[in-house]
Every structure is written in structure tokens, then in C-alpha cells.
């Protein structure tokens, strides 16, 4: 007898294009989940610009597929951390960008191309910068990029006193709370989630405070944690169910709220 289908797999006509309800709509893709190109089979790989990743010894690379190829003889490996001179390179191509992956995160570790095109390429690059109005240029940046930290700064530091909202009194702790995770989230290069672009302030703000928690009212970091697939995650949400109660008690005003408190032990020292 034919199993009847349920009232979910007759309302899409197509069950085999049935959207996920697990994914949202506009969803963005994993990090790390990209998958970079594979080679033109119809060209030499010298004359292709490829994404790679570090081969088992120094003169070679993995190729997306898995592969393992030579560099070309008379290419050379610039490395990262100079942005001028790797454009320059970029731009005369062809060049393979060599990535590694850790955990969900993508480092680069340098380019290779072709070492006279690389030896141009610095040349030009320091003919550049031994100009007046390239130094002039420089300082003007420096300024807009103080400029705007210190604006960045002040509207992270409102994002995080709004969505602490602590009762009036307990408004300083607030304050001093707010000051806290700014001072730590927000410098450049610092890698935390108040960096990221991906995601609005209002959520910047949530997770770094509650990152800020974590590690500072928990015992997370001294934490023996099983190596098992999804087990830090599931440590990592149950903290911050902790720290998201603490924090009510100062919403709230209630009047035991920094007896025997974690969060203002932790401001205190």
C-alpha cells in the first residue's frame, strides 16, 4: 500500500527542491566552507592565477583538487605584510596565492610569482614611497584611520552601555563594564568579533560582552574540555546562559546583585 505523504511533502511541488528549514533565507555560507578553483586543465599552471595552499616541502604547493605541484624554477615567494608591493605583483600576473586553513579561519603565508616580477615590483614600490607626496598621502591616512577608530570606539562603547541597560543603580558598574570590554575588544588588529563587519554593532556588542564573561567570571579557560565534535560549542553556550542571568539581576536592580558576584570581583581586580 502506497505511504501516504504528509501534509509538509504535498505542499512543495518539487520534494526534491524543498527548501531546508534548518538554513535561513540569505543565510550566509559556513566560513571556511569556501572552495576555491580548480586549475584550467587547457593551460600550463605557470600561466594561471591560483589560490593554493603549502605543499610538503618548501617549493611546493596543494593545489585545491588535493594536488601536489613544483613551484616553477625561477618563481620566488614574496611574503605577506606588504600590501603595495603585492598588488603590484598581483597586477602583472600570473600568481599563485598560497593560504592555509586553520580550524575555520584562512592565513595567508605569501605569494608566488615570478622573482623578476617580484624584484620589479619592489623597485617601483620604493621609487614610491621616497616621494614627498606619497609621505604626505601617508600621514593624511594615519590621520583619517585615528579619526576614525576613536569614532569607532565611542559608538562600540554606547552599543555595549545599551545593551547592558543596567538599572540606575548599578548604572557606574555599567559604565565601568561597557569600559571594559571596549578596551579589549575594540583595538585594531585585535581579532575580536567587535572587528568584524558581518554582523551589526548591537550584535558586536552582545558577543563581545558576553565573550568578555566568559573569560573573565568563568572558569572556561582552566576548563578540561573533551575533544568531541561540538562539545566546546555546547560548554561555550551554556556559559553564556550563565552570564546573560547574572547580568538580569543588574537589569532588574536587584538589591543583591553584587553579593559574592563574579562580574564585580572581576572589575574590582
Known amino acids: 500500500m502506497p505511504r501516504k505523504k504528509t501534509s509538509a511533502q504535498s505542499a ?9 528549514p534548518a538554513k535561513r533565507p540569505g543565510q550566509a555560507k559556513r566560513p571556511g566552507a569556501t572552495k576555491h578553483p580548480d586549475p584550467d586543465p587547457n593551460l600550463p599552471l605557470p ?51 598560497m593560504k592555509e586553513r586553520k580550524g575555520r579561519r584562512e592565513f595567508s603565508k605569501g605569494l ?4 623578476a616580477q617580484i624584484h620589479s615590483a619592489k623597485e617601483a614600490m620604493e621609487s614610491t614611497r621616497s616621494t614627498p607626496q606619497y609621505a604626505k598621502a601617508k600621514a593624511a591616512a ?11 570606539v565611542e559608538d562600540f562603547h554606547a552599543a555595549v552601555v545599551a545593551f547592558l541597560n543596567f538599572h540606575c543603580d548599578y548604572a557606574a558598574i555599567g559604565k565601568r563594564l561597557a569600559s571594559a570590554v571596549t578596551e579589549h575588544a575594540t583595538p585594531v588588529g585585535s581579532g ?12 558586536r556588542a552582545e558577543s563581545a560582552v558576553i565573550a568578555w564573561m566568559r573569560h573573565q567570571t568563568t572558569a572556561y579557560d582552566n576548563m ?13 553556550r551554556q556559559l553564556a546562559a550563565q552570564s546573560r542571568k547574572l547580568l538580569e ?6 538589591a543583591n546583585a553584587m553579593q559574592f558576584c563574579p562580574l ?3 572589575l574590582r581586580s
Open 12 to 20: 512543495h511541488p518539487n520534494p526534491a527542491k524543498r527548501p531546508n
Open 47 to 97: 600561466q594561471q592565477t591560483l589560490v593554493v595552499g603549502p605543499g610538503p616541502s618548501d617549493r611546493t604547493v596543494c593545489l585545491p583538487s588535493g594536488d601536489v605541484v613544483a613551484v616553477p624554477d625561477a618563481w620566488s615567494l614574496l611574503p605577506p605584510g606588504d600590501a603595495g608591493v603585492t598588488r603590484r605583483v598581483k597586477a602583472a600576473g600570473p600568481t599563485w596565492t
Open 112 to 115: 608566488w610569482a615570478d622573482a
Open 142 to 152: 594615519k590621520v583619517r584611520r585615528e579619526e576614525k577608530q576613536e569614532e569607532y
Open 192 to 203: 575580536t568579533v567587535a572587528r568584524t563587519q558581518r554582523i551589526p554593532i548591537e550584535r
Open 224 to 236: 578540561a574540555i573533551a575533544r568531541v565534535k561540538g562539545e566546546r560549542r555546547e560548554v561555550r
Open 249 to 254: 539581576k543588574y537589569r532588574s536592580g536587584a
Open 264 to 266: 564585580a570581583k572581576a
